[in-house]
């Protein structure tokens, strides 16, 4: 074994082992899934609330009443109660975990060992759980709502009261704002505290925090307020109406024309065969001037060393960390992380192919007056029912764990124009270039020396999922990168992926956005 091949042995050890570790960890990491589905209830019942101007010739109630569905409030509760079941199993398991490196017993010595060898382990599932505890806790202040509104005010009460007891300290915020909660149900006006509005405004959003400074009015008799109050509550619901729409209507559209395209591609596959849209270029492969090693190289140094071992490495050697910054310094780190990565990734790419210059013909092509646009957004249109489905078994696998891409909820958070922009930025044009560039423009074709052109979309298309180091979208992520390889391979032209993977990201991104702005 040469010196080169040693090092990169060392070096595949080292980021199967990175790799390993943060997908294993990502296993009791619940999924951002969750939390969209709430975000999602939460502007149902913001539409719930919409009223149409009586004078109005088209009467949008029953039309916004097909949008929500019959029951808006008892399909809420139970998705909350859903939400809170999974987000329960989580911090269990996270407790029992906290068990066994507290007290191992029998065979559990290695535990311990390894809880000596890494201290922060303990730190980390401590401070897990509290995260978990404190969105219970959230999550029973708006099941109980969600009860009072229906005119369940005794199960509401209840929910409440056993909030109270499991937190166990009356000077708790969610203690306090559960307290308050159940006094405003129960009409005890002259017991509520002169904050209670501060606390409510302070621990409650969205629809919720209308229903219980509705209640608050109610109960203070102060009419003028409560008349405000449900006109602004009116005028969110307007807004709401066109969020739901779009972010309803969008995928539903879409996958319906991807399916009929799906349909149409496959129909004409089997009976044009190789005279088909889909055979186009499929029997082409490409002449690879350099081997395995070569591949080898620039995959685990360009792409697993430089992500999960160098740059964190420097990351923590100047003490760099936006944990306590605000969100617009964390949209900077995250797009200054990963145009280092690429830049890196790019760097070693470039030096180790460099000696092959020129390419033999079809690679890394960037084609401008071609057809890469209706590759791009038919597969873009294909994508969205087969990744759609593989998702829906996707959930039943991992029953909310399974970790997500932290960017994701950073998104989901921002409603800061400047640090949507650095989002798209990082998401919609960084990401597409430099992981179409790798995955797809370097690593599809570099496996075709040694196996099939479908063999080298399906492994790349993995590749590219377990690179996002969240167990629960590898399935997902491996679909998408499947049509990616495939538009790829037929276009020959690394604009149409670039398109279909910024479309994808894009459409994520606002539909985050979206969402979080019903809060």
Do not use: C
Request: glycine letters at 6%.
């Amino acid at each position: 074994m040469t010196l080169k091949r040693a090092i990169l042995a060392v070096l595949t050890i080292f980021a199967i082992a990175r790799i390993g570790f943060s997908l294993n960890n990502s296993f009791s990491q619940p999924q951002i899934q969750s939390r969209l589905e709430l975000y999602q209830t939460n502007l149902v019942l913001h539409v719930a609330e919409f009223k149409s101007n009586p004078q109005d010739e088209f009467d949008l109630n029953s039309a916004v009443s097909s949008l929500v569905g019959e029951d808006p409030y008892s399909a809420a509760s139970k998705q909350y109660q859903k939400v809170r079941t999974e987000i329960k199993s989580n911090r269990d398991n996270f407790v029992s975990q906290l068990e066994k490196l507290d007290s191992p017993q029998g065979n559990d010595s290695e535990v311990l060992e390894k809880s000596r060898e890494n201290p922060g382990q303990r730190t980390q599932l401590v401070q897990q759980i509290a995260e978990l505890e404190q969105f219970i806790d959230e999550l029973d202040l708006k099941r109980g709502i969600l009860a009072a509104v229906q005119g369940q005010s005794q199960e509401a009460i209840g929910i409440w009261n056993s909030e109270i007891d499991r937190i166990g300290n009356p000077q708790n915020s969610y203690a306090q704002t559960a307290t308050i909660l159940k006094q405003l149900w129960q009409e005890r006006a002259q017991e509520l505290i002169a904050e209670a509005r501060s606390i409510i405004n302070r621990n409650l959003d969205s629809w919720f925090r209308y229903q219980a400074l509705a209640q608050l009015e109610r109960v203070n008799s102060a009419i003028n307020d409560l008349t405000l109050l449900q006109e602004q509550e009116i005028q969110t619901a307007t807004n709401s109406v066109i969020k739901l729409a779009f972010i309803s209507a969008f995928p539903v559209f879409g996958g319906i024309f991807g399916t009929i395209l799906l349909i149409f591609l496959t129909l004409q596959g089997l009976l044009k065969k190789d005279q088909s849209i889909i055979a186009t270029n499929s029997n082409s492969n490409w002449s690879t001037p350099w081997d395995w090693e070569i591949t080898w190289q620039v995959l685990i140094v360009g792409f697993f060393f430089i992500a999960q071992i160098a740059l964190p490495l420097l990351l923590g050697i100047f003490n760099i960390n936006p944990v306590n910054s605000s969100l617009r310094i964390k949209a900077l780190y995250v797009l200054g992380t990963y145009l280092a990565m690429a830049i890196g990734g790019i760097s070693v790419l470039y030096l180790s192919i460099k000696s092959f210059l020129p390419f033999p013909q079809d690679w890394f092509k960037f084609k401008l007056w071609d057809n890469w646009i209706v590759w791009g957004f038919g597969g873009y249109l294909v994508a969205l029912p087969a990744v759609l489905i593989v998702s829906l078994i996707n959930q039943q696998i991992w029953h909310g764990q399974g970790g997500s891409n932290p960017l994701l909820f950073l998104a989901l958070q921002s409603q800061d124009t400047v640090a949507l922009i650095i989002f798209f930025v990082t998401s919609s044009i960084a990401a597409p270039i430099f992981e179409e560039i790798m995955f797809r423009g370097f690593l599809l074709p570099s496996l075709t020396r040694y196996v099939s052109t479908t063999a080298a979309i399906l492994i790349s298309a993995f590749i590219f999922a377990i690179a996002h180091l969240s167990l629960s979208e590898v399935l997902p992520l491996a679909t998408l990168g499947i049509v990616l390889g495939v538009v790829y391979t037929r276009s020959r032209n690394l604009l149409a992926p670039i398109l279909l993977h910024s479309l994808w990201n894009s459409g994520t991104l606002i539909s985050l956005f979206v969402l979080g702005s019903g809060v």
